[in-house]
């Protein structure tokens, strides 16, 4: 069906308006995803705070934290502590916050003992994105992009907005893992469904130009006018829901899944729309469905599928491991030095504003050499640059300078983040056109779950920063450049038809009858043989197309 559908592309407008249309209303709503995703590092920050007026009589080495410093006032008569916990680890009374913002942490006093809770909260909102890409992917691919979608972006505002009203830090890590669901489903979702409107050139600007960049700006502005956690909260969070209703018309349900689901009545009317909204001529749907009816001949337009599909052959189970390490490397590496933004000199509100835009140019990188270069060595490339970039900081360290060059720790994570998030574009990319389309949603599913358990671990790293400053970056580094390397191994995928069609399973061929092996033979021309006899040279193409067939010299005819 890929040949057929890209035909129908090229006459109706491979990125027409209509596919503008679906583009930029799916992104705007996807930029507040990342706002689910990234707004913890706000509501979530560590504030400072004091234990006014301390009795002197307690000796300076019982007090807990190493951060304290004394205040003396009014000729040594009263002394305050900063940021300082009793010396049994707990919170003094009297806490006083002295921090210009609100968090949870002042809600529940999430200091001393607790002061791991928020990144607790946070792991948890990256264990329910990891669910989410998992669940939300199959039910996409199950019932149709577009209601699985704007069901998905409804009850992420719903409980994102509740989190506002939590009694308890244990019911707000509950409704953030909800929340992590319904991002990790998105992030699958609005990536998958633009790109099975546009034409194979296209696939690239419409993957990897998206508004997710700005939306962390712009999160990062919001969140320095608004110093208050919950009225963050509230004013973020209902502004998808309004633009999902309210766009709800202008986007149809993706032709390419409904051909594929047995839909082809309502795929054409989609098509026409297109057309008419390109204005374009009604496109010829002959070869179109001569297409459909090769695939339902095969029996494999309207099958169901899992995750067990995406390891049907061994270079299929290869391609699955290799993207789902790489993804986890992007996860892990992306929201660790997006975390890690509290750690860095300097203002959180700038530094989280520079950090995010970086990823504008990076965008721009995998536009204009995606293209060129192609996508395996562009994803080579980035991510390279990426890991030697973090990998760099531990010769900062081992020359004990980390203090000395904190600026240019922070350029070095800037560059970083701009390697890993240039790779992580392509990798989107990469990933849709490597699976087929019946199997794509499931498996760019498996992909974004190892890159949400990257995440999972991505605040458990950071911790490694009260181990050594540098190694965080270590880490990150080390598995950037194994993920470059290994990526060298995946096929090109560059200006070929998007796969439609699973392969049979071939881990076991022995068991196999005759029927399952055929091959198709076809003449393609004639070369003098070395004997005065002409031999006759065939190609032979498998019935299972993702299977390759050699031919030996008994496969040849001679006349």
Known sequence: MSEGFERILKDIGSFGRKQIEVFVIVNLCDLMTGWTILIPIFIGAQPHWECPALNNTVPWSEWSNTTTVPDWDQGNKSMSRVDACTPDNGVCQGIKYTSEFTSIVTEWNLVCALDEISDIVTTIQMAGIFFGALVISQLSDAFGRKPVWFATMTVNSIVGFCNAFAPRWEIYAAMRFFNGMCAGGLLIVSYVWPIEFVGAKWRVVNGAVGFWQVGNMLLALLAYFIRDWKTLVMVTTPIPTVLVWFLWRFLPESPRWLAMHGKEQEAEKVLELIARVNKKPTPNFEAFRKYLED?????????????????????????????????????????????????????????????????????????????????????????????????????????????????????????????????????????????????????????????????????????????????????????????????????????????????????????????????????????????????????????????????????????
């Not at 290869?318 to 300097?346: D, E, I, Q």
């Not at 360290?397 to 800037?414: F, P, Q, R, S």
Request: glycine share 10%; charged share 20%.
């Open 295 to 559: 695939e339902k001949r095969k029996g494999t337009t309207t099958g169901k599928y899992s995750y067990w599909d995406l390891f049907r052959t061994p270079l299929l189970t290869r391609h699955t491991l290799v993207l789902m390490f790489a993804w986890f490397v992007y996860g892990a590496t992306y929201y660790g030095l997006s975390l890690n933004v509290k750690h860095l000199p300097g203002d959180i509100y700038l530094n989280a504003v520079l950090l995010s835009s970086v990823e504008v140019p990076a965008l721009a990188f995998v536009v204009i050499f995606s293209n060129k270069l192609g996508r395996r060595l562009t994803m080579f490339v980035t991510m390279l640059i990426g890991g030697l970039a973090t990998f760099s900081v531990l010769f900062i360290g081992l020359a004990g300078k980390l203090e000395e060059l904190g600026t240019v720790v922070t350029v070095l994570a800037m560059v970083g983040k701009l390697g890993v998030t240039s790779a992580w574009n392509v990798g989107y990319i990469y990933t849709a056109e490597l699976f087929p389309t019946v199997i794509r949603s499931i498996g760019s599913g498996a992909a974004s779950m190892a890159g949400r358990i990257g995440g999972v671990v991505a605040p458990q790293f950071t911790y490694l920063d009260k181990v050594s400053k540098e190694l965080p970056f270590i880490v990150f580094g080390v598995l950037g450049l194994a993920a470059a390397f290994l990526g060298l191994t995946l096929p090109e995928t560059k200006d070929h038809h998007l796969p439609d069609n699973v392969p049979e399973w071939t881990w076991c061929r022995k068991g196999k009858n005759k029927e399952d092996s055929r091959v198709e033979i076809s003449i393609v021309g004639h070369t003098p043989g070395r004997s005065q006899s002409t031999v006759t040279l065939v190609r032979a193409a498998s019935i299972d197309e993702n299977m390759d067939v050699g031919l030996s010299m008994d496969d040849v005819v001679k006349e």
